[in-house]
């Protein structure tokens, strides 16, 4: 299918690890990137592919299969946000991103 | 240092055409795509399209009947333009750029973006 699934909200507590992931057919053929929004702020690109972006070295990502992953080692309270996906769809022609996850840090 | 400002009409009535413009500073201008998306209030982010500097377009299908998408390479600036507008097409509205220099081709720049309601 053309499209990218992320679960809605994720909670993390203080300092501790989590991992947002964003499933999809495209995502067997191409590496995703990761924008963070906080609320009334434009996305900023945080991870793309396998690298980080000017960005704490606590943020990494990876993939397998069909499966794109973003982790957060030692979350902050900063990094409270939205976190979206997005990689090309399944014919490489355009673009998507997934519904984008909501990290609570405790 | 990449930056974009974008400018157009934040309030239009159903029928009319939204325009967005958004300039680019700082940038290889000729080396990038420029890139519309947009965000639903309360919602996620939808790709619109974008454009190279050579004049070539790709719109997401949803849109593509109604989105025009151009570049001005003299001013470095490009252009969104979506016909006929309805309420679902209320959103804030973002320009952005994409570096392919790296195969994944993350939108390394984003626009301030610019709240457009649709409202009769």
């Given amino acids: 299918s053309s499209e990218l699934t992320q679960d809605p909200a994720v909670s993390v507590a203080l300092?501790?690890?989590?991992?947002?992931?964003?499933?999809?057919?495209?995502?067997?053929?191409?590496?995703a990137s990761w924008?963070?929004?906080?609320?009334?702020?434009?996305p900023v690109l945080v991870i793309y592919g396998k690298y980080s972006r000017g960005i704490p070295d606590r943020f990494s990502g990876s993939s397998s299969g069909n499966t794109a992953s973003l982790t957060i080692t030692g979350a902050q309270a900063d990094d409270e946000a939205d976190y979206y996906c997005s990689s090309r769809d399944i014919?490489?022609?355009?673009?998507?991103?997934?519904?984008?996850?909501?990290?609570?840090?405790? | 240092q990449v930056q974009l400002q974008q400018w157009g009409a934040g309030l239009l009535k159903p029928s009319e055409n939204l325009s967005l413009?958004?300039?680019?500073?700082?940038?290889?201008?000729?080396?990038?795509?420029?890139?519309?998306?947009?965000q639903s209030p309360g919602r996620g982010l939808e790709w619109i399209g974008e454009?190279?500097?050579?004049?070539?377009?790709?719109?997401?299908?949803?849109?593509k009947s109604r989105v025009t998408i151009s570049v001005d390479t003299s001013k470095n600036q490009f252009s969104l333009n979506l016909s006929s507008v309805t309420a679902a097409d209320t959103a804030v509205y973002y320009c952005g750029v994409r570096d392919?220099?790296?195969?994944?081709?993350?939108?390394?720049?984003?626009?301030?973006?610019?709240?457009?309601?649709?409202?009769?």
């Fill in chain 1, 15 to 31: 300092g501790q690890t989590v991992r947002i992931t964003c499933q999809g057919d495209s995502l067997r053929r191409f590496y």
């Fill in chain 1, 35 to 42: 924008y963070q929004q906080k609320p009334g702020q434009a």
């Fill in chain 1, 91 to 106: 014919s490489g022609s355009h673009w998507l991103f997934g519904g984008g996850t909501k990290l609570t840090v405790l």
């Fill in chain 2, 21 to 38: 413009t958004c300039a680019v500073y700082g940038g290889s201008f000729s080396t990038y795509y420029w890139t519309w998306i947009r």
């Fill in chain 2, 51 to 63: 454009i190279y500097h050579s004049g070539s377009t790709t719109y997401s299908p949803s849109l």
């Fill in chain 2, 100 to 120: 392919c220099s790296d195969s994944v081709c993350p939108l390394g720049y984003w626009g301030p973006g610019t709240l457009v309601t649709v409202s009769s």
